[in-house]
């Protein structure tokens, strides 16, 4: 079906909910084109942050904050926090009258008090925690960065007030609380649910103090959420929010040209043209603090030396992947972090290719190589299979033998945090939701995230953990910037993986839409978005 012939469907997308309920929400709400869907209504328990735009930042409150404009640290649930002179003691004073959800599945009876930023942490830090049990321990974004190695211990002072006692001074800690994944719980409502052993819908039956609440959902086409009327910061114009789950991005095109959808995510390059002709529609382009890159196995022959890693490297064209993937919508990535970061290091060089004959290339080229890749469109490759194609074709020149395995991403999943993992290079990427650079190190290079299946180069280095926990315990930024220098260099010397490109973040929306906030760590909120 051509995909501009969908103005004659109208109501496709909707099709349970029928179209007097759609020409509803082109009145009175939005209706967003993602193309993802949560796995999880409960941000701590989700490792996608393509499928945590779709409920942290509307269903959910955090302690606090980032500015979206200024970058700066503000006030969430908590109006002030207090650090102590030893940077040990975090002390957070919460805000008053902060109103959960009231829902078809629940009534409050309270405001949001310390239980439930309790509840909120407890569930993490805690083994013995019910709900850790029931989630079995499994928080990526926490589990990634130790963020429960450093607690001492987390104290309920009075009905407004919390603190945290850390066993090391931590940089991150306040940007790792103002992260999408430190959402806030409602102990009130666990209660209610595990006296009716139904602990288990918390994190799918969603109870947040966002701007927004759950309605309903057809899994895997549509999600619904309806105005909070009584939010903190005030209720948002808009009375519903629809997020249509469109994988394809010439349908979510489609959706946006027909009127179906007032924005779009992630439009692919070679889209541009089509929205630029439309007097109605806009597009936001940001550069984003995301990397694609290609993870060789550190653990594996025969990438388990330095200087085969550093032969392959030295053959990808990384010129041809920006111009035949991205179309110019991303540039060449010199290093992990983007120059959008504070810690950004300008790397020089790519590694060295002398071409000459070794016995250990030559060893190499004799087996098989399995290149692995995550087959699913995202913000920092919007073609992971063509991107695949093009390594390969650059290797194979060269005599090496690759065979390209592509695997959906629970799929990925499974094979990661297996005991035995067999491939030899993995095409993946990354974005962050905070501006500290140990989002990114910390959970892609630190040796415990080996385990968690997020250090995909399978790489630990003494040192490397050295330099970064001497970034985080500094409280000077200037160490804290040599530190990272220092990663960066290492990093680029040792060839764990090879950054390959930072792409654009790219929007498309309607003119009639104004007020939405784009962040520029990822997501979107429509808490202030309006028709005009």
Known sequence: MNAFSFGTMMCLSFLLLGCEQQQDVKKLGLVYCTETAPHTFNPQLESSMNAIAVTSRHLYDRLIEVDPITQQLVGGVANNWHISEDRLHYRFDLRQGIHFHKTDYF?????????????????????????????????????????????????????????????????????????????????????????????????????GSGPFYYASQRKDHFIRYYRHWLHWRGAPPMQQLVFDITPTSSIRLAKLLTGQCDIMAQPAA??????????????????????????????????????????VAGLINKQRIVDSVYLNTAEIADGMLSASSWAYRHQARSPEQDFLVYPYIEKAKQQPIELWVLNEAKSYNPQPHKTAELIRNDLVKDGYQVNVRLFDWEVLRRYLLAPSVNYDMLLVGWSTDNSDPDDFFRQQFACEAVEQGYNYSRWCNGHFEQLLDAATTSPRLADRVRSYYKIQEIIEQDVPVLPLTHALKMYSYNNSVSGITWNPYGGVSFSSAYRK
């Open 107 to 207: 009534s409050p009876s309270r405001n949001l008090n310390a239980d439930d930023v309790m509840l909120s942490f407890e569930r993490i830090l805690n083994p013995e925690h019910p709900l850790y049990i029931l989630a079995n321990g499994d928080y990526p974004f926490f589990n990634n960065i130790g963020f429960g190695n450093n607690i001492q211990a987390l104290n309920k002072l009075s009905n407004s007030s919390i603190e945290f006692v850390l066993k090391k001074p931590d940089a991150a800690f306040l940007a790792n609380l103002a992260s999408d994944y430190a959402v806030i719980l409602s102990a009130e409502y666990a209660q209610q649910l595990n006296d009716k052993n139904q602990l288990g819908l918390l994190d799918q039956q969603p109870i």
């Open 270 to 311: 070679n889209q541009l043209e089509v929205l630029k002709e439309r007097d109605d529609l806009l597009v936001s382009v940001q550069a984003g603090l995301n990397v694609s890159y290609l993870a060789f196995n550190t653990q594996k022959p025969p990438f388990a030396d330095v200087r085969v890693r550093r032969n």
